[in-house]
C-alpha cells in the first residue's frame, strides 16, 4: 500500500512539475509576442499595459496624440522599446484602427498565447477604449453609436489588416449585465449569464446612466454577432468589470480631471461629500485584478468566446469610508461618518466563480482595494500640491 502510495505521489508530482514547465516555457517566450491595448492612457488600460509588459510581451498602444504618448511613456518608462504607440485620433471614425493593426505581428514565434498549442503565430488585441460618461446631450450621438462602432471598427480593421490575430480581449462593463429595471433585485445572484435587457428604443431617450449601461451592452453584443456573423480567425474574450477602484497608473496632471471611478472615491476624502453617499451599483472590482483578467482571457484557451464577471463582491459607500476613517486619520476629519459598522443592505449578490475556475483569478479584498487607491488619491494631492 506504501509503494502505491508513493508511486501516486510521484505521478502527482510528475504532472505538477511538467504543466511548471509547460507555463515556465511559454513565459520565456512573451518577447515574442506584440499585444496591441487601444486607449492606453486610460485608467483600466494603464493597468492593463503593465499586466501585459510586466510579463514580458511588446505592447503596442493607441492614443488621441503624439502628447498623450509622452505621458504613457513616463508612466510607463522602465519598459523602454518594450512599448510603441500608435496615433488614432477619433477611434469612432471609419477605418480608424486600419494602420494601428498592421505589422503588429511582425515578431514572429511559433509559440505564442494560447495559441502555443496550435504552433501558430499569434497577435492579441486588448479593446479598453469606449466612453465612460452618463452626462450627455444626445444619447445615441455620444454614447451608443461611439461604443458600437469603436467596437466594430477594430474588428473589422484586425478581419481586413490582420488576419493573424487570433484572440480579441474586449473591455465591457457590469452594465452589459445587470437588469435596471429590477434595482436592487434581493435574492438574485449576477453572473455572466445574465444580459442586460434594455433595449435600442429606449436606450435612445433614456437617463444617462441608462444608456451608459445599453452603450456597454450593445457593443458587447455587437463583437460577439461581428464573430457570428463574419466567422474570422479570431475568437472574442470580454471582461465585464463593475465599479472599477484602484490606484492609478496613468498620468493625472489635476486633480479635477480624475477618471470617473477615480474621482467618485477622490469625492469622499476631499470634504465634498458632507453625507455617506447612496450606493447604486453594489460590486466592485480593484483595477489591477481586471487587468490581470485581461491577460489570462489572452493565455488561456478555455476563455475563447466567454465573457467574464470580474468583481471582488459587494461593497456600499458606508464601508468605504470605514476602512477611510480607520486606515487614514489625516482624512478622517474630511470623510463622512454615517452609520458606521451598518451592514450590507438587501440587495443582489454577484458571482466572480466563472473567473475563478477558468481564468485561475483571485481578487483583491474591498479594505486592500481602498486603501491603494486612497493612498494613491492623497499622493496625488502632495504630487499636485493642492487639492481638488
Not at 453617499?277 to 487587468?291: I, K, M, N
Not at 452609520?339 to 450590507?344: L, N, P, Q, V
Amino acid at each position: 500500500m506504501e509503494t502505491i502510495k508513493t508511486t501516486a505521489q510521484q505521478a502527482v508530482s510528475a504532472v505538477i512539475n511538467g504543466v511548471n514547465n509547460v507555463t515556465n516555457g511559454a513565459s520565456s517566450t512573451h518577447s515574442n509576442e506584440t499585444i496591441l491595448i487601444t486607449g492606453a492612457s486610460g485608467f483600466v488600460a494603464a493597468h492593463v499595459l503593465n499586466a501585459f509588459l510586466s510579463h514580458g510581451y511588446n505592447v503596442r498602444g493607441t492614443v488621441r496624440s503624439e502628447e498623450t504618448a509622452n505621458k504613457v511613456r513616463k508612466t510607463h518608462g522602465k519598459y523602454g522599446d518594450k512599448l510603441s504607440f500608435a496615433i488614432v485620433k477619433d477611434v469612432a471614425a471609419p477605418g480608424a484602427f486600419d494602420e494601428a493593426v498592421k505589422g503588429v505581428d511582425g515578431v514572429c514565434s511559433s509559440r505564442a498565447g494560447y495559441l502555443h498549442y496550435h504552433m501558430l503565430t499569434a497577435l492579441e488585441v486588448i479593446h479598453t477604449a469606449s466612453p465612460f460618461q452618463t452626462s450627455v446631450e444626445d444619447n445615441e450621438r455620444d454614447l451608443l453609436n461611439p461604443a458600437i462602432n469603436g467596437t466594430t471598427s477594430i474588428l473589422h480593421a484586425i478581419n481586413t489588416q490582420n488576419p493573424s490575430v487570433r484572440r480579441v480581449v474586449i473591455t465591457s462593463s457590469f452594465a452589459s449585465i445587470i437588469n435596471m429595471e429590477k434595482g436592487a433585485w434581493p435574492g438574485h445572484t449576477y453572473t455572466e449569464a445574465d444580459w442586460n435587457p434594455v433595449t435600442l428604443e429606449t436606450a435612445k431617450s433614456a437617463d444617462g446612466s441608462t444608456a451608459y449601461c445599453a452603450s456597454k451592452t450593445f457593443a458587447e453584443k455587437a463583437a460577439f454577432e461581428f464573430v457570428e456573423r463574419h466567422h474570422p480567425m479570431f475568437s472574442v474574450s470580454t471582461i465585464c468589470p463593475p465599479m472599477v477602484y484602484g490606484p492609478n497608473a496613468h498620468a493625472v496632471s489635476n486633480l479635477e480631471h480624475l477618471n470617473t471611478s477615480s474621482a467618485d472615491m477622490y469625492r469622499l476624502i476631499n470634504g465634498s461629500e458632507k453625507t455617506v453617499p447612496e450606493t447604486s451599483f453594489f460590486a466592485y472590482v480593484d483595477v489591477r485584478d481586471v487587468a490581470e483578467a485581461h491577460r489570462l482571457a489572452y493565455e488561456i484557451p478555455q476563455a475563447n468566446g466567454q465573457r467574464y464577471f470580474t468583481t471582488g463582491g459587494n461593497y456600499t459607500y458606508q464601508q468605504i469610508v470605514d476602512i477611510i476613517r480607520k486606515e487614514f486619520p489625516e482624512v478622517k476629519d474630511r470623510t463622512p461618518e454615517g452609520h458606521t459598522g451598518a451592514s450590507m443592505p438587501d440587495v443582489y449578490k454577484v458571482s466572480n466563480d466563472k473567473a475563478r475556475k477558468e481564468l485561475g483569478m483571485t481578487f483583491r479584498s474591498l479594505e486592500e482595494t481602498v486603501k491603494d487607491t486612497v493612498k494613491s488619491l492623497i499622493q496625488l494631492e502632495k504630487e499636485t500640491g493642492r487639492r481638488a
